[in-house]
């Protein structure tokens, strides 16, 4: 807080330095409580001309405390040359209480409502900004009055210039924080879950059937032989003979012919011996006639057995011929159809290993991707949640930024506005102060020319 010179006249000035803002270097944004703690240590705001920073390891903040020494409003109180009286009219602690007790009282009340940045102004705690909301800018103070100059304020009599001259410095508007920053808490990751593997179901394969008793059926005995009786030939049989017939025509014709050849024909001598023969003849011929019908009777009765005989022998044959392939089929069959089945049952059993070797791969398979996409929905959980929460904060640094760019071109407007008045009382505390001065020094030297006239007259301090 240097004097300067005023180029148009002799006279000086009070003016506030100007400190320029660093431009910051980016860092990562901290996470946690302790990454937060230990980013503001490492990190201490800009320090502002008449402040310190003290770092409050309960909070984790660093706090501002005035340099400004306090300055008494008795002027036998000021350091000796002073040329400045206080630019703050004294202030009546409220409540009796010293300026100290209300600070000491302002502090405990933020750090119990977590607020940091604290001060006093004219006698009176402003309370600071909710922690986390900027603390530590490098924006001026939210109410500042320039410090006192250096040198001294003479003791003596005679009344110095008044204070009330010098203009007051009060900021047009309080700075106003956004509210302070809050966000959700990250919400944990849900168990990975996921349905145990099933057992496969047992090995399951239906009995092989017995085979059914071998069948066949039985051989049917032969009907007994059976064959018709003889039947003797009858008289009419023997007349319906074509044989017969012949032979009576041929002998009756030639006695007819003998008896002609005598002249005998149609005698009663003729027709008697024709009667005669053909009863002998039928007679004779009926014995023959049976004779031949037995014969054949007998041949045929044979011929009859021999055929039965045959037919019996050749179905016996084919009977055995048959059971024999029956029971060879049957024994073919059998054997084929257990064969089949030890190839059915191989083959389920291999089919039933190699599906269950397939599922429980496919569990692997999915239980692997199910991992891997719970891994991935997590990490871009939290991913979101990162980009979220950094973008919330940096629109809460923007809104802060505002409302401090903000307050800032209010501050400076009402310090260009406060300049000049603050000038000008210099100026005229500084004529007054020469004047008063004046007349002391007059004082002074018109009582000296008289105490030395008066001990020169008394006699004190004459060198002999």
């Given at each position: 807080?240097?004097?300067?010179?005023?180029?148009?006249?002799?006279?000086?000035?009070?003016?506030?330095?100007?400190?320029?803002?660093?431009?910051?270097?980016?860092?990562?944004?901290?996470?946690?409580?302790?990454?937060?703690?230990?980013?503001?240590?490492?990190?201490?705001?800009?320090?502002?001309?008449?402040?310190?920073?003290?770092?409050?390891?309960?909070?984790?903040?660093?706090?501002?405390?005035?340099?400004?020494?306090?300055?008494?409003?008795?002027?036998?109180?000021?350091?000796?040359?002073?040329?400045?009286?206080?630019?703050?009219?004294?202030?009546?602690p409220p409540g009796g209480k010293t300026p100290a007790q209300i600070e000491a009282e302002g502090r405990d009340e933020d750090a119990r409502n977590n607020r940091t940045g604290g001060y006093m102004s004219n006698g009176v705690w402003v309370n600071g900004s909710p922690r986390g909301t900027g603390g530590g800018s490098n924006n001026p103070p939210r109410t500042t009055t320039p410090p006192p100059a250096s040198g001294g304020y003479p003791g003596g009599g005679g009344s110095a210039p008044g204070q009330s001259s010098f203009p007051m410095f009060e900021p047009s508007m309080a700075f106003t924080p956004p509210d302070p920053f809050t966000y959700a808490d990250y919400e944990a990751a849900q168990p990975f879950s996921y349905a145990d593997y099933e057992a496969a179901q047992p090995f399951s394969y239906a009995n092989y059937e017995a085979a059914q008793p071998f069948a066949y059926?039985?051989?049917?005995?032969?009907?007994?032989?059976?064959?018709?009786?003889?039947?003797?030939?009858?008289?009419?049989?023997?007349?319906?003979?074509?044989?017969?017939?012949?032979?009576?025509?041929?002998?009756?014709?030639?006695?007819?012919?003998?008896?002609?050849?005598?002249?005998?024909?149609?005698?009663?001598?003729?027709?008697?011996g024709l009667q005669d023969y053909s009863q002998q003849f039928a007679s004779q011929e009926y014995g023959n006639l049976y004779n031949r019908a037995q014969q054949?009777?007998?041949?045929?009765?044979?011929?009859?057995?021999?055929?039965?005989?045959?037919?019996?022998?050749?179905?016996?044959?084919?009977?055995?011929?048959n059971l024999g392939l029956a029971q060879s089929t049957y024994g073919t069959n059998e054997a084929n159809r257990a064969a089949a089945y030890g190839q059915n049952l191989g083959l389920a059993q291999s089919t039933a290993a190699t599906n269950e070797a397939e599922r429980y791969k496919a569990y692997l398979q999915n239980f692997g991707k199910a991992v891997s996409t719970y891994g991935t929905n997590e990490a871009n959980r939290a991913d979101a949640y990162k980009q979220n929460l950094g973008l919330k904060q940096d629109i809460y640094s923007s809104a802060y930024k505002t409302a401090?760019?903000?307050?800032?071109?209010?501050?400076?407007?009402?310090?260009d506005m406060y300049a000049p008045k603050q000038r000008a009382a210099e100026l005229q505390y500084g004529r007054e102060w020469d004047v008063y001065k004046l007349g002391q020094e007059q004082q002074y030297n018109y009582w000296k020319s008289k105490l030395d006239s008066d001990t020169t007259i008394a006699g004190f301090g004459v060198t002999p």
């Open positions: 807080m240097p004097y300067v010179k005023d180029p148009n006249s002799d006279d000086v000035y009070w003016e506030e330095e100007q400190t320029p803002t660093p431009t910051p270097t980016p860092t990562p944004r901290p996470q946690t409580d302790a990454e937060r703690r230990d980013y503001n240590r490492n990190h201490p705001p800009v320090q502002r001309p008449g402040y310190n920073l003290v770092w409050n390891d309960r909070t984790g903040e660093w706090e501002e405390q005035s340099t400004v020494p306090e300055v008494s409003d008795d002027p036998s109180g000021r350091p000796p040359g002073s040329s400045m009286p206080p630019v703050t009219p004294p202030v009546t059926a039985d051989y049917e005995a032969p009907q007994p032989f059976a064959y018709e009786a003889f039947e003797a030939p009858t008289g009419t049989s023997m007349l319906s003979d074509p044989s017969y017939q012949f032979r009576l025509q041929e002998g009756q014709r030639a006695l007819e012919n003998s008896a002609a050849a005598k002249g005998l024909t149609r005698t009663g001598a003729q027709m008697k054949q009777y007998g041949q045929n009765r044979e011929n009859a057995t021999q055929q039965y005989a045959m037919n019996e022998a050749n179905r016996r044959g084919t009977y055995q011929q401090d760019d903000t307050y800032t071109k209010a501050y400076q407007a009402a310090k």
